[in-house]
């Protein structure tokens, strides 16, 4: 489970896999967050995060 | 044995059941002979409109958030995939206005109204207030604040500290539209993100088919839907259905004006030539009521000659004659020298392939390749059948040839 975070205003639209496999496209709200199962991370996601559209959480700390 | 039969309208071939019709032409409502001229995208200022000519809608009069709506246009209520709602159907606006939804985290100004709820910071040295809320990181639901404090070193998530947080799932509702919403109102997004309302406001979208849109819509046209799309890369070419324009025939000659626009059923009809060509296989019949020219020609089935607009078309189509009143369909070679290449170009010839799946051979066109080509599949001389389509960009498939598609329409030969 990834949480990725949206620290724009506007949303951010992109095709993750669903549990199926398939591409879907997906929201991620403006000033919003989303729970990425493993399975999901697919190529533009990983651009978006390497762009820096999107950032990844740091874990919860202990 | 003739191998076919006609009516002196319509020649059908009686081994494949495909039927050829004498003049495609008549396919506008209430018109005889051919289509007239396009003269492009509609506007109040543009001149004379002629009977039978067509203009065009643009792509952008969508139904969009935000987007404020002038009364008497015509608009796209497009499917859509993101956010839920749209019906692909065109629909009048009746009365103009500006939407002012704003749905916390995708509407534009939201952040006007709303104000996104953190996760817990997990820090030192933090200051928390009763009210406050925060998301927590173990099972990310909503916490609020019961007791004031000050975090000292690593924290215990909110939901492991029941002395200063209690569980807030219980206020979140969802957003909706057409809604008053009040301040300190905490929404829970399908995305899984929180927001409290920090501006009281009232929101819609008046989105057709809905009740606030009541009285704001009428229904124009069909479009083009519902499309289901399964292919992503689809949405990233031109022709992807729910974005052609729509296109609109000269009912009457009138010199155009701004309350003589697409919205008015008087001076303008929907014209559709791509109804079937864009459509899988088994939509084929879906031609709008009003376009029966050929529908008596075998008991409302669904043969139907929508493409005879188009002098490439009509010579592909052309029947070939073979004497004693028998005519047979082109094969592939036959038809490939009746096209002028200088405006169509041969795309590719998929030999082996047989049966070509349209969709499948744009997907391996780039968008660059935005020119109009002939994509082919042929079967050799061997076959009296062929694949093939007109590939149009920005119109995309405008038209298709072949087995997968049991619709035809064409010129008899004089």
């Keep these: ?62 | 044995m003739a191998r076919h039969e006609t009516d002196d309208n319509i020649i059908t071939d009686k081994a494949t059941g495909l039927q050829w019709v004498k003049n495609p032409r008549l396919i506008l409502p209430g018109f005889t002979g051919s289509l007239g001229v396009s003269q492009g995208f509609w506007s109040p200022t543009a001149g004379t409109y002629t009977a039978r000519n067509l203009v065009m809608v643009s792509s952008s009069q969508q139904f969009a958030r935000g987007q404020a709506m002038a009364e008497g246009a015509v608009y796209l209520h497009a499917f859509d995939e993101y956010l839920g709602g749209g019906d692909s159907t065109w629909y009048k606006c009746l009365q103009g206005y500006t939407p002012n939804a704003r749905q916390p985290g995708v509407d534009a100004g939201w952040a006007s109204y709303w104000a996104a709820v953190d996760f817990f910071e997990g820090q030192e040295n933090i200051t928390y207030s009763a009210g406050n809320l925060r998301v927590s990181w173990m099972d990310f639901n909503l916490y609020i604040c019961i007791s004031g404090y000050t975090t000292g070193e690593n924290p215990d998530d909110p939901s492991v500290d029941t002395t200063h947080w209690a569980s807030a799932m219980s206020s979140v509702v969802e957003w909706e539209e057409d809604q008053d919403w009040s301040v300190n109102d905490v929404v829970g997004s399908e995305f899984g993100s929180f927001y409290r309302c920090t501006t009281a406001h009232t929101g819609t979208y008046r989105r057709p088919g809905t009740a606030a849109a009541e009285g704001y819509w009428q229904v124009f046209a069909k479009g083009y839907g519902p499309i289901t799309i399964t292919n992503p890369q689809w949405n990233w070419y031109t022709n992807d259905p729910r974005y052609l324009p729509l296109y609109l025939y000269c009912k009457q000659t009138h010199t155009a004006a701004s309350d003589k626009g697409p919205g008015n059923a008087t001076y303008w009809g929907v014209y559709d030539p791509f109804w079937w060509v864009v459509c899988p296989p088994d939509w084929y019949n879906l031609v709008p009521p009003g376009w029966n020219a050929y529908n008596a020609m075998d008991g409302g089935e669904s043969f139907w000659a929508l493409f005879g607009h188009n002098a490439t078309l009509d010579a592909m189509n052309a029947l070939v004659y073979e004497g004693n009143d028998d005519w047979r369909m082109p094969n592939a070679l036959e038809a490939l020298t009746r096209v002028s290449f200088e405006t169509w170009t041969l795309f590719d010839d998929h030999q082996d392939e047989g049966v070509v799946n349209p969709t499948a051979v744009i997907s391996t066109m780039g968008p660059e390749q935005a020119t109009q080509r002939l994509v082919v599949s042929g079967n050799g001389s061997a076959m009296p059948y062929y694949d093939a389509m007109l590939y149009n960009p920005p119109y995309g498939v405008q038209a298709t040839f072949g087995i997968p598609y049991p619709v035809r329409g064409g010129v008899l030969p004089q």
């Design chain 1, 1 to 62: 489970m990834k949480i990725v975070m949206n620290d724009s205003l506007e949303p951010v639209r992109l095709h993750l896999k669903d549990a199926a496999g398939k591409l879907v496209k997906v929201i991620i709200p403006g000033k919003g967050w989303r729970k990425v199962e493993e399975a999901q991370m697919t190529p533009a996601l990983d651009a978006a995060l390497a762009a820096g559209t999107l950032t990844r959480l740091p874990p919860r700390q202990a």
